[in-house]
């Protein structure tokens, strides 16, 4: 239930209340899932997904960006720390936290300035999106037809290496397999 709106103030980690998801009968709260799934040459590349929330969204993106568009290693992209924005109230939110296991998760100080030198209101903050990224090596193309030849379509499937990374923002382990 706690995914409806309800009439009046939002909490802090909310968006704020809208009509169309008051709690009425037969309706459907929103709710935050994005998971993501990457393909290449209609070949798996990868899963992103993540708990948390408001920050689910934010939290795939960012790990997305990191890891497929700006190259990082899965791990890295996973670790490194986020930055949330929800429009209202106007205040760029960055973590700055220590994981249960000890790790210290801080945006650099250089992009707080960054950030704050266009304007930006910006706040440290404890918490966020928990993420998963599974990242499918695609390098090892096999002829599908040597192995059946009654196979129609396309010519090869890929076999690689799986590698999967858990947050150490939620212990560094899956909630689920």
Do not use: C
Request: net charge negative; no cysteine.
């Amino acid at each position: 239930m706690d995914d409806f709106s309800v009439p009046g103030e939002p909490k802090p980690d909310e968006l704020p209340p809208t009509p169309a998801n008051f709690i009425e009968p037969g309706k459907r709260p929103l709710s935050s899932m994005t998971p993501v799934i990457i393909l290449k040459d209609n070949q798996l590349a990868g899963v992103v997904g993540a708990s948390g929330g408001i920050y689910i969204i934010p939290a795939v993106t960012q790990v997305f960006i990191k890891h497929y568009i700006l190259g990082m290693e899965p791990l890295a992209a996973i670790q490194h720390p986020r930055v949330y924005h929800h429009l209202i109230p106007n205040v760029v939110n960055y973590e700055n936290w220590t994981t249960v296991n000890g790790d210290h998760i801080e945006f650099l100080e250089k992009a707080k300035v960054f950030l704050e030198e266009r304007g930006h209101q910006v706040q440290g903050m404890s918490g966020g999106g928990f993420s998963q990224l599974v990242v499918h090596n695609l390098t090892n193309p096999v002829d599908i037809n040597k192995r059946n030849a009654t196979q129609q379509g396309k010519n090869s499937v890929f076999y690689g290496m799986l590698t999967a990374v858990s947050d150490p923002r939620k212990s560094g382990t899956p909630a689920g397999i």
